[in-house]
């Protein structure tokens, strides 16, 4: 059992140029999500599905993009690097949202990129 | 939005003692309130949550305290071992349509020295 899968694991990109991460779940959950984690603040949320087609913005969404064509894919775009991007990724999964008693969120093992 | 505060931020303990690390949060309309330990290189992993209506949680050596009134919560680890070193994240998320969208604290790096 797979459970959440991220691809590639490290990068390092050059100023302006783009890049897509891709996030892969097993688990048949309808939530998916995308933090980026930076020393000291935790993770922050990107982007998030609620389900196959939809997405939303998060907490810090700017010079993102996302799509969820299919249920168990989640991929996390960026059009042109920046520096300021240079975080640890996590993508997760969930079963259910905050209503629900579904709410674990199951986590990648993260993709490590860095703009330089 | 939420927001919230952990605290210490790296904890050093003797194997064996216990370990108490604690959160705040913001918006009182939270109710859903996870603990997450990362080991390194890994990417986080539910340890323990708890419900606005549950006042204290435990599961064999951890337990997880919530003050709903003072909008605090805790996470209390007894007779820590070398396996709990780890950065342990606090959360709490807030009721909505759809999503679990949670707000983490900053990470408490606990170092338990055997």
């Known amino acids: 059992n797979a459970g959440v899968t991220q691809t590639p694991k490290f990068r390092v990109l050059k100023t302006g140029q783009s890049m897509t991460l891709l996030c892969a779940q097993d688990?048949?959950?309808?939530?998916m999500y995308w933090y980026r984690q930076d020393p000291g603040m935790g993770l922050r949320l990107i982007h998030y599905?609620?389900?196959?087609?939809?997405?939303a913005k998060g907490e810090v969404p700017d010079g993102y993009n996302v799509s969820r064509l299919k249920k168990q894919n989640f991929l996390l775009g960026l059009e042109s690097a920046a520096p300021s991007q240079t975080s640890v990724y996590f993508c997760?999964?969930?079963?259910?949202?905050?209503?629900?008693?579904?709410?674990?969120?199951?986590f990648g093992q993260g993709t490590r990129l860095t703009v330089v | 939005g939420e927001n919230v505060e952990q605290h210490p931020s790296t904890l050093s303990v003797q194997e064996g003692d216990s370990a108490v690390i604690k959160c705040t949060y913001s918006?009182?309309?939270?109710?859903?309130f996870p603990w997450y330990k990362q080991e390194l290189g890994k990417g986080p992993q539910l340890i323990i949550d708890?419900?606005?209506?549950?006042g204290e949680k435990k599961d064999q050596r951890i337990a997880v305290t919530l003050n709903k009134t003072a909008k605090h919560f805790s996470l209390h680890i007894t007779e820590t071992q070398p396996e709990d070193s780890a950065v342990y994240f606090c959360?709490?998320?807030?009721?909505?349509?759809?999503?679990?969208?949670?707000?983490f604290g900053g990470g408490t790096r606990v170092l338990v020295k055997p």
């Open positions: 997760a999964s969930s079963r259910g949202g905050t209503g629900s008693m579904n709410t674990e969120a199951f």
């Open positions: 688990m048949n959950h309808e939530y």
């Open positions: 599905s609620v389900g196959e087609g939809t997405t």
């Open positions: 918006d009182s309309a939270s109710n859903y």
């Open positions: 708890i419900r606005s209506n549950v």
């Open positions: 959360a709490a998320s807030i009721p909505q349509a759809a999503g679990n969208k949670l707000t």
